[in-house]
C-alpha cells in the first residue's frame, strides 16, 4: 500500500534539512540497482519522481541536502523502480 506523508523539515543549525525516516527499516528513497536517491514528489495528485541528495541519517530522520522543500508531500511505501 502507497501512502502520502507531509515532509517534516526541521530545523537544526538554523537550516530546514531533515526529513523523519518513512520506515523503520528501510532506506529513505534508495534504489538499490542504480544506488540513486528518489523520492516520489506529489504535485496535483500526481507522483512526480525525483532526485534528491542526503547527507546524515540516523534510524529515525534522515537529512537532505537538496531536492525537497519545505511543505512538500512525498509518497512512502510504494515498491516500485525506476524506468532505465
Known amino acids: 500500500m502507497t501512502q ?11 537550516e ?3 526529513v523523519r525516516a518513512a ?4 532506506e529513505f528513497g534508495r534504489y538499490l540497482r ?4 528518489l523520492v516520489f514528489v506529489v ?7 525525483r532526485e534528491i541528495v ?3 541519517t540516523s534510524t529515525r ?3 537532505v541536502l537538496s531536492g525537497l522543500q519545505p511543505g512538500e508531500v ?3 511505501g510504494a515498491n516500485t523502480e525506476p524506468e532505465s
Open 4 to 14: 502520502e506523508k507531509r515532509a517534516e523539515l526541521m530545523r537544526e543549525y538554523g
Open 61 to 63: 530522520e534522515i537529512e
Open 34 to 37: 542504480t544506488n540513486r536517491r
Open 43 to 49: 504535485e496535483n495528485g500526481e507522483p512526480l519522481r
Open 54 to 56: 542526503v547527507g546524515r
Open 16 to 18: 530546514e534539512r531533515l
Open 74 to 76: 512525498i509518497m512512502v
Open 23 to 26: 520506515a523503520d527499516g528501510e
